[in-house]
């Protein structure tokens, strides 16, 4: 069925450092793409998504590039802040129907 | 832009007892309502899904004699969690789709901490 696999955590950057947070899909239909993000004690917020190969999702300085011929939707921060610590999710809408399939969760943590 | 608000935000309730969990969505009309229950450092694990005026459908291993939902109408979803225990403890989090143009919207209520003691 459908899957989505992200990169294990937990992940500690340093304020500023580059930050990329793996995600692969598996290659059935034509799904689209998301990031949520979940501070600590609420729910998941959008932070970007893509519905079509090679669209290319942003948002807070936030990317992710939805690449068919890697079956990946990777997500990259050129420059994190302490105030991005939080719970990264990706998740896929099934083409037929609305449920969203998640991965598993990367924890963020930014140290000053 | 589309706000889901989730009551209560964190609820204690001793074993045995029934708790309800309710999603409004304030300003748009939620289709279809998913409801979705996380373990401490997991991802989410879909329960059900709900559209108005139907039947819940459940994913396979949840029991819907436990795990009461109705959708009565667009705005309002609702999530009871019948003769409580311990291990039902968990953080639960509804969130409403809406179909526009064929995609899909998907707005997260804030969650509900569930502790069964």
């Known amino acids: 069925g459908d899957s989505v696999t992200q990169m294990e955590g937990p992940v500690t950057l340093s304020e500023e450092a580059f930050l990329t947070i793996n995600c692969t899909y598996t290659?059935?239909?034509?799904?689209?793409l998301f990031w949520y993000v979940q501070y600590p004690g609420e729910g998941l917020q959008l932070l970007l998504k893509?519905?079509?190969?090679?669209d290319k999702g942003s948002n807070k300085g936030f990317e992710a590039t939805y690449r068919k011929e890697t079956t990946s939707f990777h997500l990259e921060k050129g420059s994190v802040q302490v105030s991005d610590s939080a719970v990264y999710f990706c998740?896929?809408?099934?083409?037929?129907?609305?449920?969203?399939?998640f991965g598993e969760g990367t924890q963020l943590t930014v140290n000053p | 832009g589309a706000v889901v608000s989730q009551h209560p935000s964190r609820v204690i309730c001793k074993s045995g007892t029934s708790v309800k969990i309710e999603c409004r969505s304030l300003?748009?009309?939620?289709?279809?309502m998913f409801w979705y229950r996380q373990f401490p450092k997991q991802s989410l694990m879909l329960m059900a899904t709900?559209?108005?005026?139907?039947?819940?459908?459940?994913e396979q291993g949840v029991e819907k004699d436990k795990f009461l939902i109705n959708h009565a109408s667009l705005t309002l979803s609702t999530l009871t969690v019948t003769s409580a225990h311990p291990e039902d403890s968990s953080f639960y989090i509804c969130?409403?789709?809406?179909?526009?143009?064929?995609?899909?919207?998907?707005?997260f209520g804030s969650g509900t901490r569930l502790t069964v003691v």
């Open positions: 998740a896929r809408k099934e083409t037929s129907g609305s449920r969203l399939t």
């Open positions: 893509a519905t079509k190969a090679d």
């Open positions: 709900s559209n108005e005026g139907s039947k819940a459908t459940y």
């Open positions: 969130s409403a789709a809406t179909g526009t143009d064929g995609f899909y919207g998907y707005t």
């Open positions: 300003d748009f009309q939620a289709t279809t």
């Open positions: 290659a059935t239909g034509y799904p689209s």
